[in-house]
């Protein structure tokens, strides 16, 4: 009785073990061709949001974590100063052009002049000849004489003196013609000035309004209504939520089949369960130690062999679902699937898309991503009015 039960037992040992070969096959398999990492975090740009120059904020339209799209208001300083600006550089401009019409009638009055000088040389030259003829007849007196020869050189000189006077006219004007076209009147150097000024101060007006750069979540908010602020002080900033990737730290001896766009499985430690498809963007250049503030100095004597981590861009496939999106920090564990080595080792996946599509706006480096739909009531909406605090 007992041989028997040990025949069975050994039997059901043996069968157990012969269906165990095949899942432990695949597992082997598995993990020959798969590398994954638990030291990798949710990563992305952040911009900050300041101002240009200094003011008073009058009005704010968004609050700490609002949803806002590219060209929504996010607040506005008081624009009375700049717009006084405007308008005495606006004044200034006018005045401007009033100096070139005064020197345009300056041009004009000197040559007048020079024609007058002309007629009066002329009819001095006539009177000259007239005397000269007459005292070689003994007609008139040697004084008569004198006083022509005098006169013509009386309106020589004036002449010369009317000529100099256009030319002054003309280089206070700038111009060495007589006359200018309608649209190059005004093509002046303290024209150009004024204009200048003029435009530098309505863009400075035009900063009194803080428009979001890119569609995001507002966060690390710092400014209220009434706070004086100054130029690149930070006020807010925002996340763009849609642009998010993860950077995993993978050891320096699993990464020996990693190429870039091979697929790649992430799982937020806050979704458990849940798997986001993603794909190899790039591999750094360099390990995280190489960038750090105080890179090692393996050459002192104490050297200790440690395993490098090299930051590795995974780029999830589409824009995460509504219910579980990507969050700033979040701890993330990284699977990526080796078995095709065909990729590069040196690019990345979003640059070749933007050098491919590089003369569509819509590919820009910073449009890669779906944008954020923004939905009704929140900041920025018609429907939202601006906060008064």
Do not use: C
């Amino acid at each position: 009785m007992k041989s028997v039960l040990r025949k069975i037992i050994l039997v059901v040992v043996v069968l157990l073990l012969i269906a165990a070969i095949l899942p432990a096959w695949h597992y082997y398999g598995y993990l020959e061709s798969h590398v994954s990492t638990d030291d990798a975090y949710v990563d992305g740009t952040i911009a900050l949001v300041s101002s240009r120059i200094p003011g008073t904020v009058s009005r704010l339209y968004v609050e700490e974590n609002w949803q806002v799209k590219a060209g929504d208001p996010l607040l506005t300083l008081d624009p009375r100063d700049y717009q006084v600006r405007v308008d005495q550089a606006q004044a200034m401009l006018e005045r401007a052009r009033q100096s070139v019409d005064q020197l345009y009638a300056q041009v004009d009055a000197a040559q007048a002049g020079s024609k007058l000088a002309d007629s009066q040389l002329n009819q001095a030259e006539i009177d000259f000849q007239r005397a000269r003829a007459l005292r070689q007849e003994g007609v008139v007196s040697r004084e008569f004489y004198d006083q022509a020869n005098t006169a013509e050189h009386v309106a020589t000189a004036d002449r010369a003196l009317a000529g100099h006077q256009v030319d002054q006219a003309r280089a206070a004007l700038g111009t060495e013609s007589e006359a200018d076209t309608d649209h190059t009147r005004y093509d002046r150097p303290i024209v150009a000035q004024a204009e200048a000024e003029l435009e530098a101060a309505k863009l400075d007006l035009s900063y009194t309004e803080l428009r979001a750069p890119l569609p995001g979540i507002i966060t690390r908010k710092s400014v209220h209504v009434g706070n004086r602020i100054q130029p690149g002080e930070p006020l807010m900033a925002i996340v763009p939520v849609n642009r998010l990737y993860v950077t995993a730290n993978f050891k320096e001896t699993q990464l020996s089949d990693v190429h870039v766009g091979q697929p790649a499985d992430v799982e937020a430690d806050i979704y458990p369960g849940y798997i986001y498809k993603a794909h190899v963007d790039s591999i750094s250049v360099g390990t995280g130690a190489a960038f750090a503030l105080l890179p090692p100095e393996n050459a002192t004597g104490n050297w200790v062999k440690v395993v490098q981590r090299i930051p590795v861009k995974i780029v999830l496939n589409e824009p995460p679902p509504a219910d579980k999106p990507f969050r700033m920090g979040l701890s993330v564990e990284v699977t990526i699937d080796v078995s095709n080595t065909s990729g590069p080792l040196l690019s990345s996946t979003l640059q070749g898309q933007y050098q491919n599509n590089k003369e569509n706006p819509t590919y820009a480096p910073e449009k890669l991503q779906v944008p954020l739909q923004l939905p009704p009531g929140m900041a920025g909406s018609p429907d939202q009015p601006a906060i008064q605090h």
